[in-house]
């Protein structure tokens, strides 16, 4: 059965940080998706990305950046220079191509202070 | 982007009443959409996947009886938490899939039985 898993549960950074959160997933599918989501307090879940598992290429979108490795069935996400509006829980999921199911980490929240 | 909605935003009822959750698509139809729960500080579970015009698909664990999804029409799927009991108390998360991979999430239901 597919997992996702999100070692880290709290993270605590002083604003202009850098920060990385990480995800582990496991899998034996060889067609996949992987994301990455922002739960703000208000609970409405923000898109930040999608991966395929053909696409190990790294992306960068402003601040954000995320690293894909299949070797080590990672998917990390790094903010640069953290600010404290990206104080929120950030989820990691999985999903088959077959199924459109999201698998969802346990979630990782990121407070930044002043 | 797509717009998914839900309706009520929070509801409070007394226990072992009925209470009906709307997930809307509203510019794009949607022949699937999920319903995942999230309890406070806990990571999203998916209830079930609703299919339009036929029966939802339950997970491991989650009781059809008990919340009854129906999925009439493209663009509208319910999810009615019948007898509902203080340990429903939850967060109620609707998404909705465009295509093969996208999903679009709704901005969840607040549900507190008393």
């Known amino acids: 059965a597919q997992k996702v898993t999100q070692a880290q549960t709290e993270i605590s950074v002083v604003e202009k940080e850098d920060v990385t959160l990480d995800c582990v997933y496991e899998t034996r599918d060889t067609t996949y998706y992987l994301f990455w989501y922002k739960q703000p307090p208000s609970g409405e879940l923000v898109f930040l990305i999608r991966r395929n598992s053909f696409d190990e290429q790294n992306e960068i979108s402003g601040r954000y950046s995320w690293n894909f490795q299949k070797s080590t069935s990672s998917f990390n996400f790094t903010i640069t220079a953290s600010q404290v509006v990206d104080s929120a829980v950030y989820f990691c999921a999985y999903s088959s191509s077959n199924t459109g199911k999201l698998i969802f980490g346990q979630g990782t929240t990121l407070q930044v202070k002043p | 982007g797509a717009v998914v909605s839900q309706h009520p935003s929070w509801v409070i009822c007394k226990s072992g009443t009925s209470v009906k959750i709307e997930c809307r698509s509203l510019d794009f139809q949607a022949t699937t959409m999920f319903w995942y729960r999230q309890f406070p500080k806990q990571s999203l579970m998916l209830m079930a996947t609703?299919?339009?015009?036929?029966?939802?698909?339950?997970e491991q664990g989650v009781e059809k009886d008990k919340f009854l999804i129906n999925h009439a029409s493209l663009t509208l799927s319910t999810l009615t938490v019948t007898s509902a009991h203080p340990e429903d108390s939850s967060f109620y998360i609707c998404s909705a899939r465009a295509d093969y991979y996208e999903q679009y999430f709704g901005p969840g239901t607040r549900l507190t039985v008393t």
């Open positions: 609703s299919n339009e015009g036929s029966k939802a698909t339950y």
